[in-house]
């Protein structure tokens, strides 16, 4: 058995399991919930890729909480670049924003919610069901149906 990789890094967390019972289980810290549901084949390519959109719509429109302050500076309008300049993060946040928007809409009340936690916030399906007051094993269902309404707001195949 060859070493792990510097780049992964598990950690040993005791969970309970669909029968009530403790269980320790080894979790990789860099696979999102979303993407362990995807590879064990709990969710499809279309609605893992429609809730990775929906994250990387939420971190661009900023919508997570800011971890340090911004301390980017102006930008400069001098030279012959000045015409060349890349696009206003405002504007690329706002359009993040209404497709973010759009795409909670899309998945209905009700349904937002643990597609937020799990795709988003990164929560676990067990523990977004326990947040929620579901009941156990509803949450995976309810997360595929939310997720097919994102897919088909997005317009993928």
């Known amino acids: 058995m060859s070493a792990p990789s510097a780049s992964v890094r598990h950690v040993e967390q005791q969970i309970i399991d669909p029968d009530g019972r403790l269980t320790r289980v080894m979790v990789n810290l860099g696979e999102s919930p979303l993407s362990w549901l995807h590879a064990r084949g ?17 971190e661009r429109a900023g919508l997570g909480a800011r971890v340090t302050m911004c301390w980017d500076g102006a930008p400069r309008e001098k030279g012959r670049r000045a015409g060349h300049r890349r696009p206003d993060p405002t504007a690329t946040q706002l359009h993040a924003k ?5 795409a909670i809409e899309a998945a209905g009340a009700g349904l937002s919610d643990i597609l937020w936690r799990v795709a988003c916030a990164g929560e676990g399906v067990s523990a977004a069901e326990r947040a929620l007051g ?8 309810v997360l595929t149906l939310a997720l097919d309404r994102v897919a088909t707001s997005y317009r993928l195949p």
């Open 134 to 141: 579901w009941p156990s094993s509803a949450g995976k269902l």
């Open 42 to 58: 709990h969710v499809s390519d279309r609605q893992h890729a429609a809730g990775e959109l929906l994250r990387v719509d939420w």
């Open 98 to 102: 209404a497709r973010f928007d759009a």
